[in-house]
């Protein structure tokens, strides 16, 4: 059974670039025909899909973040990443992570637990 | 982009009674690619129906979803205690977006 783990820090100054990784375990990361998305969730608030990684290393992103977002993955360490450019309060969030397999119908699972970061000085 | 609009904004029901949540796309979702997810507070969401109308792993019969297009619905045919959440709808055939979110509370 797969499993996903955000880590990273969670205090970031403005101005600064967001940096997360999501830790995947119970399978490998490159195999079958899936992706690897970023998602965030203001306190409060709904959620907004940041971007994704096909296992061949193509990206996607979301257009209102896309100037900033940058996704990578490490095969070698069955861990995806992503970095936010130019933070400031407005990216302050619960990021999660999660797979699908969007070209077989089926969409985000699982998730990870989600790690909260906070933008302040 | 497809703009997903949920109805009601907060549900009120009682345990044992019907919960009929919307969810309606601004373009049609191709494929009914929708799914449905349950977040309860401090988790992660949880899937619990893709393709508008099948259940995921696990998911009690007691959740179904329904619809094609434009609208779709979410219904719990008799709710329990642990059925009071937020549920999004999530269409996946054209980028991904997500609804702003149905909150279910104990009446």
């Known amino acids: 059974q797969v499993q996903l783990q955000e880590s990273g820090p969670g205090l970031v100054k403005p101005s600064q670039t967001l940096s997360l990784t999501c830790t995947v375990s119970g399978g490998s990361i490159s195999s079958g025909s899936y992706y690897w998305s970023w998602i965030r969730q203001p306190a409060g608030k709904g959620l907004e899909w940041i971007g994704r990684i096909y296992t061949s290393g193509s990206t996607n992103y979301n257009p209102s973040l896309k100037s900033r977002v940058t996704i990578s993955v490490d095969t070698s360490k069955n861990q995806f990443s992503l970095k936010l450019s130019s933070v400031t309060a407005a990216d302050t969030a619960v990021y999660y992570c999660a797979r699908d397999r969007i070209d077989y119908g089926e969409p985000f699972d699982p998730w990870g637990q989600g790690t909260l970061v906070t933008v302040s000085s | 982009e497809i703009v997903l609009t949920q109805s009601p904004g907060t549900l009120s029901l009682s345990p044992g009674e019907r919960a009929t949540l919307s969810c309606r796309a601004s373009?049609?979702?191709?494929?009914?690619?929708l799914a449905w997810y349950q977040q309860k507070p401090g988790q992660a969401p949880r899937l619990l129906i893709y393709g508008a109308s099948s259940r995921a792993t696990g998911i009690p019969d007691r959740f179904s979803g329904s619809g094609s297009g434009t609208d779709f619905t979410l219904t719990i045919s008799r709710l329990e205690p642990e059925d009071f959440a937020v549920y999004y709808c999530q269409q996946y055939g054209k980028g991904y977006t997500f609804g702003q979110g149905t909150k279910l509370e104990i009446k």
């Open positions: 373009q049609s979702v191709s494929s009914s690619y």
